[in-house]
């Protein structure tokens, strides 16, 4: 049953991560006033280990810059659209070739600090449990909890939609300190020499290493998981041990692929590479690219240390397996962010199932915008289906998942491109029909 909105009450944003805060920097841009519900530091969670806002919680990528690529023309579409945090995460850039690799303290620092200095925005540090009873007021809501929220406010959505939704299983990456990196093995390059070309540090194996460092990983001991889940992974960000189980060449053509890089020991390409990314401006930590793991402690220590070059590194944050929340969204959601049954409800980034950085963002920076027209009066905006937004939008409601999945954005939603084509047109074509996509898009948003 629909409850008429009631305008007089700021709207209320539940979640203090990317999504929650673009929501809110959005309608405060629109002259709108609004509360922020964070939860930490009074409750923790299995993935954060800071206060901030905005905390990037796995890797500290948002992924490509390059407009021929899904995730650079997405950016593209999101500075059209006045994105807020994006603006923000270039000022905390780090060296990662065509990547776009934050200093990810420092970025959360810059969003606190927008968040706490706008006069349109009040942060509350204290837990949300009140979900029904605030949609029953007319109030506008916007959950932005993210994939790992609370049990309490879980059990209270699962109700309100009649659903228990969907979980998967994620991970971090460790996080190691640049003291004792041994750089006479440890080689800079960037992958094809992308970027500055020495934007990445590589640690290669002879063939005889990357087998007993499969064979570690294989027998490493893991930390076990919740005995009534089954197993279920995200398949684009599986744990490294995993990525050893389904073969031997596996991580090789995955994230320990040495392609486009040289040893300059032997002049040649190694048999396999790890890659180490910045972590901060001050250069005293570098996370191990791709290495989501659920292995215990002791033996990341153990089994990251046979890694050539980092055999005398500490682990300074260990990776870490969590348990993620979503809804099925294509049972519950209208493509304006908004619970079917519950208009007055947009839910928000990770929580949708859309997985990544840049769709906590894109969806965060939507229910900020349809959050400013729903209070008007207006009618909320459904993107275009041409335009990037709109694509990862539809893919969301889609009715026609066989099993609704956790998905990044990628050219696979974008229906409308033809099955055959050449690369060199594909990438043109794109390009072409996203810019007339984002001049519609602009209109609808008011921009």
Request: aromatic share 8%; hydrophobic share 40%; net charge negative.
């Amino acid at each position: 049953m629909e409850i008429a909105l009631n305008p007089a009450l700021p709207p209320l944003i539940i979640g203090g991560g990317l999504s929650g805060c673009e929501a809110a920097l959005q309608l405060a841009a629109r002259g709108i006033a609004s509360e922020i519900w964070e939860q930490r530091p009074t409750f923790g969670t299995e993935a954060h280990v800071s206060e901030g806002l905005a905390e990037l919680v796995c890797s500290n990528s948002f992924k490509s810059e390059d407009p021929v690529r899904a995730q650079g023309l997405l950016k593209l579409e999101l500075d059209q659209l006045g994105c807020r945090l994006l603006q923000i995460a270039r000022e905390c850039r780090l060296p990662g070739g065509a990547a776009l690799v934050l200093d990810r303290e420092q970025f959360s620092a810059k969003v606190t600090d927008a968040i706490e200095a706008s006069p349109l925005i009040t942060l509350k540090r204290e837990r949300f449990e009140n979900l029904q009873a605030e949609l029953a007021t007319g109030r506008l809501v916007i959950l932005a909890t993210g994939p790992l929220t609370s049990d309490g406010l879980w059990q209270q959505l699962s109700e309100l939609l009649g659903d228990g939704g969907c979980y998967f299983y994620d991970a971090t990456s460790p996080v190691i300190s640049t003291k004792g990196i041994n750089r006479d093995i440890v080689f800079s390059q960037s992958r094809y020499d992308k970027g500055g070309g020495d934007d990445y540090l590589n640690c290669p194996f002879e063939k005889e290493e990357y087998e007993a460092f499969r064979a570690a990983l294989l027998a490493g001991e893991v930390y076990p998981i919740n005995a009534a889940d089954k197993y279920l992974l995200f398949e684009g960000c599986l744990p490294i041990e995993e990525l050893a189980n389904r073969g031997e060449g596996t991580m090789r053509h995955g994230c320990l692929k040495p392609k486009g890089l040289v040893d300059p020991r032997t002049g040649r390409m190694p048999y396999a590479a790890v890659q180490l990314r910045w972590e901060d401006a001050f250069q005293s930590a570098m996370s191990l690219v791709g290495f989501q793991t659920r292995l215990r402690f002791g033996e990341q220590d153990r089994i990251f240390g046979m890694i050539p070059g980092l055999e005398k590194v500490k682990i300074m944050r260990y990776g870490r397996m969590h348990r993620n929340s979503y809804v099925e969204a294509p049972k519950v959601m209208l493509p304006t962010l908004q619970v079917r049954e519950h208009p007055n409800l947009l839910i928000t980034g990770q929580l949708t199932g859309l997985e990544g950085y840049m769709s906590a963002i894109s969806t965060g920076l939507l229910a900020g915008i349809n959050a400013s027209k729903l209070l008007a009066g207006e009618v909320a905006t459904v993107p275009p289906e041409k335009s990037c937004l709109g694509a990862m939008i539809l893919f969301m409601v889609n009715p026609g998942h066989k099993a609704y999945r956790p998905t990044a954005f990628q050219y696979g939603m974008l229906k409308w491109l033809p099955e055959k084509i050449r690369r060199d047109r594909k990438a043109e074509l794109i390009r072409t029909e996203a810019e007339a996509a984002w001049e519609l898009l602009e209109s609808l948003v008011g921009r």
